[in-house]
């Protein structure tokens, strides 16, 4: 591996995400989220996200389904749109594996090609800020125009100003399932993104990664709903209490009243 000093390189490809989980990234991610997260996270959406039993909701990006799943086996109308093949694979395995009908969608988070078509959706597991200002911008327009008005829009995020800078760790280091991982971490403040390097060992073969994350403030979030046409109705921690900085998630739910101004 690298050394454990040197800095991640410079991002250059902002288009990082198309191939990045794909691999031993696709393996490690689904390896590293405890099954009764998923049931957590399916709980709160009900409660608190705008999602309804027998409604239909859109998860994007949806990753390998995990959220999507739990809340179709309760009867939610669910279809999940991510950019990776690999992710979605998993998706239709497993759904497949508990009978749950699922539409299950190879896309571009920026263009989800529906209109008023879903009572409430989500974007859950630290899944915002991975394209350039822009590319953000157009995947809040694109889901606020495929929700119908009045619908639930709800945003998990831990990789928030307020809670990650204070406790950013530049160096981490262990094992993960199978894996022997590395992650190198630099933020620079004045594009505000976080470079990230992941170096993964498994039975002797290694890869590395790079990534990039907008690290938004919570200001900034509510900035980019409002300017996107979302009114938020709260901000939560994990259990649904008020969000403060002593919170280890931010959970933002909203309203899309209708088109953006």
């Known amino acids: 591996m690298s050394r454990p000093d040197a800095?991640?390189?410079?991002?250059?490809?902002?288009?990082?995400?198309?191939?990045?989980?794909?691999?031993?990234?696709?393996?490690?991610?689904?390896?590293?989220?405890?099954?009764e997260q998923a049931l957590e996270d399916a709980n709160f959406l009900l409660a608190h996200g705008g999602v309804r039993p027998a409604g239909r909701v859109l998860d994007v990006p949806c990753g390998d389904g995990r959220v999507a799943i739990e809340l179709a086996?309760?009867?939610?109308?669910?279809?999940?749109?991510?950019?990776?093949?690999?992710?979605?694979?998993?998706?239709?395995?497993?759904?497949?594996?508990?009978?749950?009908?699922?539409?299950?969608?190879?896309?571009?988070?920026?263009?989800?090609?529906?209109?008023?078509?879903?009572?409430?959706?989500?974007?859950?597991?630290?899944?915002?800020?991975?394209?350039?200002?822009?590319?953000?911008?157009?995947?809040?327009?694109?889901?606020?125009?495929?929700?119908?008005?009045?619908?639930?829009?709800?945003?998990?995020?831990?990789m928030v100003a307020e809670l990650l800078l204070p406790r950013l760790q530049r160096r981490v280091s262990g094992r993960a399932g199978e894996f022997d991982v590395a992650v190198r971490r630099e933020f620079d403040e004045q594009s505000g993104r976080l470079a990230v390097e992941y170096e993964l060992a498994r039975n002797g073969v290694r890869e590395t990664r790079q990534a990039s994350y907008r690290i938004h403030s919570v200001a900034e979030i509510r900035a980019l709903l409002a300017d996107a046409g979302f009114a938020i109705d709260r901000l939560c921690a994990r259990n649904g209490e008020p969000f403060t900085a002593e919170a280890d998630r931010l959970r933002v739910v909203c309203r899309a009243p209708g088109p953006p101004g």
């Open 7 to 35: 800095a991640p390189p410079a991002y250059r490809d902002t288009e990082w995400w198309r191939d990045h989980f794909s691999g031993g990234m696709l393996d490690l991610w689904q390896a590293i989220v405890p099954p």
């Open 73 to 158: 086996a309760r009867g939610v109308r669910m279809v999940g749109v991510d950019i990776s093949a690999g992710q979605i694979e998993a998706a239709r395995v497993k759904s497949a594996a508990r009978n749950l009908a699922i539409e299950w969608h190879v896309a571009d988070m920026r263009s989800v090609p529906w209109r008023a078509s879903f009572d409430a959706g989500f974007c859950w597991g630290d899944s915002f800020g991975y394209m350039d200002e822009a590319g953000n911008r157009d995947f809040l327009a694109a889901v606020h125009r495929a929700l119908v008005p009045g619908a639930g829009w709800a945003m998990e995020m831990q």
